[in-house]
């Protein structure tokens, strides 16, 4: 089993329509938790971190649940530049070598 | 802004040459790092470096080697490249470690033939 695992998508939605995915990871001692963005054929950049009690950054809402080991983000009003892959990083401590990236989820978004 | 520059964006190398991928950021950070991206693998950690001279292995370090010289430039080295390390390279740089704001160059797409 992965230790962060996310539905590879692809999710398929409208313009305007809300979306949210999940990303699950295994070791309870998990410190820090992110999401990344990528672009096709472009580099992953941090889209935003995601607290324990939970943030959001305009359209997005990122949130933490320890108990369940998953982290989910929410795009709402979705827009054709939202159409990515977003990449959901774990850390288990902070180090640099224990940084886990999941392997992401295609979104893409209709007119 | 931090700019994380890959001396290439795409190459073409036979088996069993040497392969050298360049990596050099202008912003002063510590940590610098390469990964391979693969379909349904995401990324994953070949090696880091968190100072000068020094270097740790990452989840896949077999049939790789890094070099950090100096605090800007870290690179990737494979000895004797194979058709399984064709692949996308992202380095990486970042102040600290965690996670957080990390750099990423645009990427290296290998194809080993």
């Known amino acids: 089993r992965k230790e962060v695992e996310q539905d590879p998508g692809p999710f398929n939605v409208p313009e305007g329509a809300t979306v949210a995915f999940n990303c699950t990871y295994s070791?309870?001692?998990?410190?820090?938790f992110f999401w990344y963005r990528q672009d096709c054929r472009k580099e992953p950049k941090l889209l935003m971190s995601?607290?324990?009690s939970g943030n959001e950054d305009g359209r997005f809402t990122a949130q933490l649940n320890r108990a369940s080991q998953y982290i989910s983000l929410l795009i709402r009003d979705s827009k054709l530049s939202d159409s990515a892959t977003y990449l959901c990083?774990?850390?288990?401590?902070?180090?640099?070598?224990?940084?886990?990236f999941g392997s992401g989820t295609r979104l893409s978004i209709r007119p | 802004d931090v700019k994380v520059t890959q001396s290439s964006r795409y190459l073409v190398k036979r088996t069993g040459e040497k392969v050298f991928l360049e990596c050099v950021q202008d912003m002063d950070h510590e940590n610098m790092f390469w990964y391979r991206q693969d379909p349904g693998l995401g990324l994953r950690l070949i090696y880091f470096s968190y100072d000068v001279k020094m270097k740790e292995k990452g989840d896949i370090p077999e049939g790789y080697s890094v070099s950090r010289e100096k605090k800007e430039r870290f690179s990737l080295i494979l000895e004797s490249a194979s058709t399984n390390q064709t692949s996308m390279y992202l380095c990486?740089?970042?102040f600290g470690g965690g996670g957080y704001g990390y750099t990423f160059g645009s990427g290296t797409r290998l194809t080993v033939v």
């Open positions: 070791n309870s001692a998990s410190q820090s």
């Open positions: 990083v774990v850390t288990r401590q902070s180090s640099a070598s224990k940084i886990i």
């Open positions: 990486a740089s970042s």
């Open positions: 995601v607290y324990s």
